[in-house]
């Protein structure tokens, strides 16, 4: 694949981050962002370690000042976004009737609203060059809903509309969007939920990732963020050109029951 510029949003851990190594690996240019002060120093890390480009813009993604700011940073620095990778988002866990307002805001500013405003950003240059990929990281919980997760379910039903409204109106001008819908992911976050349950409900660390992280997964294993890396870099490709508007399950047989 020719080098493109890669733009992942809340990159400097995680998931985004995995996926923006995946892509500096194959050679192309990435910028990160997120909010850490330690951004600039994982980018000059990656940089050294893949001998690639990849650059940090700070963005907070509840500002759409900022969002636009951040595309316009990518395009100052590379010259242009080719891929933009919608990654970032928070999550909370609470009944509905205790579920606080401002987490609800938070959630759907930064889940979903950001990405409207991000693809918004991007889509002018895109067009112009009649080249984008605009990859959502959506959730198995786009597609299917669980108890106590309101605004997040909310948020990524939601990106799953906005992705497939994207493909249509970037059908004629070579934009495609996708989106990635992963069930649990083994991440050092998750890890350490499953240490903090393991100790909460006083039962071993494999019973909590069998008999709560992973109840709902067929196939009783965790996504690996690198397998995102992976399916993002095939939906960024021109093997891909065909593919868009997809809400693309990666969750072990979750969503198929």
Partial sequence: MEKRVVLV?????????????????????????????????????????????????????????????????????????????????????????????????????????????????????????????????????????????SAYVAAKHGILGLTKVLALEGAGVNITANAICPGYVLTPLVEGQIKDQAKAFNISEDEVIQKIMLKKHAVKDFVTAEFLGKTALFLASEDASLITGVALPIDGGWTIQ
Avoid at 31 to 55: H, K, N, P, W
Avoid at 80 to 85: A, G, M, Q, R, S
Avoid at 96 to 115: H, Q, R, S
Avoid at 123 to 129: D, E, N
């Fill in 9 to 149: 949003t809340g990159s400097t851990r995680g998931i985004g981050l995995s996926i923006a190594e995946s892509f500096a690996a194959q050679g192309h240019y990435v910028m990160l962002s997120g909010i850490e002060a330690s951004g600039t120093f994982t980018a000059r890390e990656m940089s050294t370690r893949y001998d690639t480009e990849v650059a940090f813009a700070h963005a907070n993604m509840m500002e759409p000042a900022q969002i636009r700011q951040m595309i316009a940073d990518t395009e100052s620095h590379f010259g242009k976004v080719d891929v933009l990778i919608n990654n970032a988002g928070i999550q909370h866990v609470s009944p509905i009737e205790e579920f606080p307002e401002e987490k609800w805001d938070a959630i759907i500013a930064i889940n979903l609203t950001a990405a409207f405003h991000a693809s918004k950003a991007a889509w002018v240059g895109m067009k112009q060059r009649k080249f984008g990929r605009i990859i959502n990281i959506a959730s198995a919980h786009g597609l299917r809903a669980s108890e106590f997760k």
